[in-house]
C-alpha cells in the first residue's frame, strides 16, 4: 500500500482510520461526491493508488425524508468515483453495511442474495454496490459498527447483531486496505462475533436494561449478524 486517498475522512470510521493509517483525506470542500469535476481534480493532485470510499449519506432516518439526496450521494457519488477510478485504472475498496440484508436469518456470508431492504439507505447502499461492481479491481466490505460508548440507558436483548465499536473494528479495516492487494476482489464481511445488542451495550455500558425490539417505532430485524469466516481465515496470515 502506498498512496490511499479515503473519502469520509471527517467521518465516524474516516477519523478513526486515519489515526491508525497515512491516508490523503480531502475534506468536502476539496472533494464532493456530489460534484464530479472535484473528484477528477482531488485524484489528479493526490495520485493515489488506490481508493478508499467510506463517505455516504448515512441519516437513516432523514433518507426516509430526502430520498433524493441519499440517492444522489449513495448511489451517483459513488458512480462519478467509480467513473474517475477506471479513467485512471484504479483498485478502489468500497465501504458497506450489513443492512443490504432483511436481517431475519443471520449468520449471511458473502455469497448469500443481498435483499430485501428495510429503509432507503441500505436500499442505496446496495445500489452503490452494484456501481462499483462495474470496476476490474475492486473489494465492498460489509461491516457494522457503532460509536465508541453506548448511548442508550437500554438495549435489544432480541435483536442479534455482529457489529461491534468503532474503535474495535478499524483497526480490523485498516488491516484489510493494508492488505488490499492480498484480497480476492469481490465482497469481504468483516464484523464481529454474533451476539444480542444488549451484550453489545453491556460491554461499555454494564447498567443498560433489556428492552424488546417489538417495542421500537421501527420494525427491526431479528438477527442482521454477518460470517465474518473469510475474513478471518483471510488475515491469520498476516497476524501470525
Ligand atoms: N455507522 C454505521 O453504523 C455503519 C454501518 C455499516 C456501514 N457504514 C458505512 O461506513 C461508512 C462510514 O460511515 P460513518 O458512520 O463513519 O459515516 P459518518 O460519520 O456519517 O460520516 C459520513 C462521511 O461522509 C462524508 N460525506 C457525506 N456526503 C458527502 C459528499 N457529498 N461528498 C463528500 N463527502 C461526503 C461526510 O463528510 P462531511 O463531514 O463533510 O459531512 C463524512 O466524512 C459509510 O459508507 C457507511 O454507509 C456505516
Not at 474516516?14 to 483525506?25: P, S
Not at 488490499?180 to 464481511?189: E, M
Request: net charge negative; with cysteine; glycine share 6%.
Amino acid at each position: 500500500m502506498s498512496g490511499v486517498l479515503m473519502t469520509g475522512g471527517s467521518g465516524r470510521l474516516g477519523r478513526e482510520l486515519q489515526a491508525l493509517l497515512d491516508l490523503h483525506c480531502p475534506p468536502r470542500q476539496e472533494l464532493d461526491l456530489l460534484d464530479p469535476a472535484s473528484i477528477e481534480r482531488a485524484l489528479d493532485r493526490l495520485q493515489p493508488d488506490l481508493i478508499v470510499h467510506a463517505a455516504a449519506y448515512t441519516d437513516v432516518a432523514r433518507a426516509e425524508r430526502d430520498h433524493l439526496t441519499c440517492w444522489r450521494v449513495n448511489v451517483g457519488g459513488t458512480q462519478a468515483l467509480v467513473r474517475a477510478a477506471l479513467k485512471r485504472d484504479l483498485p478502489l475498496l468500497h465501504i458497506s453495511t450489513d443492512y443490504v440484508f432483511w436481517g431475519d436469518t443471520g449468520g449471511y456470508r458473502e455469497e448469500d442474495p443481498p435483499g430485501p431492504v428495510r429503509n432507503y439507505y441500505a436500499l442505496s447502499k446496495l445500489a452503490a454496490e452494484a456501481v462499483v461492481v462495474a470496476l476490474p479491481r475492486y473489494l465492498i466490505v460489509r461491516t457494522s459498527f457503532r460509536a465508541r460508548e453506548w448511548p442508550h440507558p437500554a438495549a435489544f436483548h432480541d435483536l442479534y447483531t455482529s457489529q461491534d465499536y468503532v474503535d474495535v473494528l478499524a483497526p480490523e479495516l485498516a488491516l484489510a486496505i493494508q492488505h488490499f492487494g492480498d484480497i480476492p476482489i469481490g465482497i469481504l464481511h468483516l464484523a464481529s462475533e454474533r451476539r444480542s445488542a444488549l451484550e453489545l451495550a453491556r460491554q461499555r455500558r454494564p447498567d443498560v436494561r433489556p428492552a424488546s425490539r417489538l417495542e421500537a417505532e421501527v420494525a427491526l430485524p431479528a438477527d442482521i449478524s454477518l460470517n465474518s469466516e473469510r475474513w478471518k481465515q483471510l488475515k491469520v496470515q498476516w497476524t501470525s
